[in-house]
C-alpha cells in the first residue's frame, strides 16, 4: 500500500481501481495527477439522484457530490 499520492506517481504503476475505499481529499489528490484518465461512467451520475444524495452522511455526501462535479465539467473524460 501507498503512503501517499505522490509515493504512487513515482511508481511504474499504470492502472489502478478504486473500490470505495476514496476520502474526499484523496480523491481531489488524485485528480491533481497529470496523465490520469477517470473512469467515472457520466450515466452513473444522473441529477435525479439528488434526492439520494441529500440523505447521505456529510462525508459521504461530500464525496459524492465531488464526483458529480468531476463529471458535470468533464475534467478527465
Known amino acids: ?7 504512487l ?3 511504474h504503476v499504470t492502472d489502478i481501481v478504486v473500490l470505495d ?3 474526499e481529499k ?3 489528490e ?5 496523465d490520469l484518465q477517470s473512469m467515472l461512467n ?7 439522484d439528488q ?8 462525508p459521504r455526501k461530500r464525496l459524492t457530490e465531488f464526483m458529480f462535479k468531476i463529471v458535470q465539467i468533464s475534467l478527465y473524460f
Open 9 to 11: 506517481a513515482k511508481t
Open 51 to 58: 434526492n439520494m444524495i441529500d440523505k447521505l452522511e456529510r
Open 42 to 48: 457520466k450515466e452513473d451520475f444522473n441529477r435525479s
Open 26 to 28: 484523496e480523491l481531489c
Open 1 to 7: 500500500m501507498f503512503s501517499s499520492v505522490d509515493d
Open 21 to 23: 475505499t476514496l476520502r
Open 30 to 34: 488524485l485528480t491533481q495527477l497529470t
